[in-house]
């Protein structure tokens, strides 16, 4: 929570909502707070009960009291899910670049990954709505897509829709906005097109995007030539490509440690709440690979 708290000090998080808020939390502290949520996996009631049990806690990001659980719900609420996008972006580049975050020109060009999954909005199993007939709506799972840093497995950008969806329409939108510089895009089959193609191309990335073959495949177009004959000829791009299954790693993790289903009513509020967990996750990320270099430096200076 500490260091959420100097993240969204440090990105330059307002502190207060607007100038009539009656300042008795700040945002930076209410974004700890639901951070905190994710962490202990528990709704916004049995939240507040945990930090008035720890005191500690509350007191790590400076509260004077413990906000009502409406607190969090109503600022989660307020959140535009731009800036929530910012502050994930932002500690994944505080995590790689550290003090040099604001020195674009000692960036070093980093390997990404992209790919999607699906989360539940409703804790009972698909076997089970089945068992008692339930009509399960099509649509009943919201569908997001993430870009991954393959050498960190930190999160950096995210895009999120009902679903079912199309892993293709989200890779434009993700490479527009990445604050990265990236040196290889690697992508499945699902993003196969030739406008994400083009797209990598003209961002000065280069694309490791598998053509789908088969009878139901677009037209085979120039970029896509391109890349298949890369893939028949260059024996380094499967290792390479390799990477990419690291995706499906912070998905399991992120699943596993902060569960598959959202809770929100709306589908704003399901993408925010998404969010916070992949904010959670990148903060807890941060914390293991700062803890390994100081491991790695007490190790060496032993010796």
């Known amino acids: ?98 003090n040099t975050v604001n020195f674009k020109s000692v960036w070093k060009a980093q390997d990404a990954s992209f790919d999607g999954s699906g989360y539940f909005l409703t804790n009972a199993s698909y076997y089970y709505q089945q068992r008692i007939k339930k009509k399960v709506k099509a649509k009943h799972f919201l569908h997001s897509v993430i870009g991954v840093l393959t050498q960190f497995l930190l999160v950096f950008c ?35 097109s030739e406008e994400n193609l083009r797209c990598a191309y003209e961002k000065n990335f280069q694309p490791l995007i598998p053509v789908r073959e088969g009878k139901s495949t677009p037209s085979r177009t120039k970029l896509r030539k391109r890349m298949l004959k890369r ?5 380094r791009i499967k290792e390479l490509y390799g990477k990419r299954a690291l995706n499906e790693t912070v998905f399991s993790v ?21 969010q916070t967990r992949y904010l959670a996750y990148n903060i807890r990320r941060a914390i293991q690979l700062l803890s390994s270099i100081l491991r790695t430096f007490l190790q060496s200076s032993s010796r």
């Open 1 to 98: 929570m500490r260091l959420t708290l100097e993240a969204c000090q440090h990105y330059g998080l307002q502190e207060y909502s607007c100038k009539h808020s009656r300042k008795d939390f700040k945002q930076s502290q209410l974004v700890a707070c639901l951070v905190f949520k994710q962490e202990v996996g528990k709704r916004y009631r049995e939240t507040i009960e945990f930090l008035e049990l720890m005191p500690c806690v509350s007191k790590a990001i400076g509260l004077n009291k413990t906000p009502h659980y409406t607190t969090l719900q109503k600022a989660l609420a307020r959140f535009t899910a731009k800036r929530l996008e910012e502050i994930i972006e932002y500690v994944a580049l505080l995590a790689v670049y550290g």
């Open 158 to 192: 995210t895009k999120q829709k009902r679903g079912p969806a199309s892993d293709t329409t989200a890779f434009v939108p993700l490479l527009n906005r990445q604050p990265f510089p990236l040196q290889n895009a690697l992508a499945d089959k699902g993003f196969d």
């Open 231 to 235: 893939f028949n000829t260059d024996l």
């Open 254 to 274: 992120v699943k596993r440690v902060y569960n598959s289903t959202l809770h929100g009513k709306t589908v704003s509020m399901q993408k925010k709440e998404l």
